[in-house]
T-cell receptor, first 114, second 112 residues
Framework: GESVGLHLPTLSVQEGDNSIINCAYS??????FIWYKQESGKGPQFIID?????DKRQGQRVTVLLNKTVKHLSLQIAATQPGDSAVYFC?????????????FGAGTRLAVHP | EPEVTQTPSHQVTQMGQEVILRCVPI?????FYWYRQILGQKVEFLVS????????KSEIFDDQFSVERPDGSNFTLKIRSTKLEDSAMYFC??????????FGPGTRLTVL
């Protein structure tokens, strides 16, 4: 079956440190992956995406790494700030499931301490 | 910056009642979606909509659910006879193509 899951439900970091949030997926046919940030009471907010023909993509303070061999996705946040505190979800768009259907992982809560 | 909007922000209803959740997707987007998130759980796909028809739906999206694009701007989710387990946050999303989906702020549905 297809599923997307997260290794760590909660991650606590000090302000200024780098954060790494991990995600495992099981559908090897998935070709598109996204990281979303969700703050309390709000909808998921797009952070960064990556297609399966890439293994790394960088944005502003964020980097997504894709390891297709072990079906692993990670989000790296550099110099974590208090405003980064939120729940982070990985999501995949499984080709076999039809286009544009996002399957979300369980979420990791990132807590940034001053 | 254009954004997806949803109304109402909170809907309280009695079990068995019909509810309609409303969304205004981003104006140049062609693909529309509904997701739901039960409190403390992950976001779950309900349905995708393109070219005035459902392109895919999940097992959750049974005969009690329907979607409609009644005009050029609104996208609605109707639940015909609400159940207690329908209580959740309902998110609308839209995308220009088969890529980044933009989510609205959600409607919190409480079924009593």
């Amino acid at each position: 079956g297809e599923s997307v899951g997260l290794h760590l439900p909660t991650l606590s970091v000090q302000e200024g440190d780098n954060s790494i949030i991990n995600c495992a997926y099981s559908n090897s046919a998935s070709d598109y992956f996204i990281w979303y940030k969700q703050e309390s009471g709000k909808g998921p907010q797009f952070i960064i995406d990556i297609r399966s023909n890439m293994d790394k993509r960088q944005g502003q303070r964020v980097t997504v790494l894709l390891n297709k061999t072990v079906k692993h996705l990670s989000l790296q946040i550099a110099a974590t700030q208090p405003g980064d505190s939120a729940v982070y979800f990985c999501a995949e768009n499984p080709v076999s499931g039809g286009y544009n259907k996002l399957i979300f992982g369980a979420g990791t809560r990132l807590a940034v301490h001053p | 910056e254009p954004e997806v909007t949803q109304t109402p922000s909170h809907q309280v209803t009695q079990m068995g009642q019909e509810v309609i959740l409303r969304c205004v997707p981003i104006s140049n987007h062609l693909y529309f979606y509904w997701y739901r998130q039960i409190l403390g759980q992950k976001v779950e796909f309900l349905v995708s909509f393109y070219n005035n028809e459902i392109s895919e739906k999940s097992e959750i999206f049974d005969d009690q659910f329907s979607v409609e694009r009644p005009d050029g701007s609104n996208f609605t989710l109707k639940i015909r006879s609400t159940k207690l387990e329908d209580s959740a946050m309902y998110f609308c999303a839209s995308s220009e193509g088969s890529d980044e989906q933009f989510f609205g702020p959600g409607t919190r549905l409480t079924v009593l």
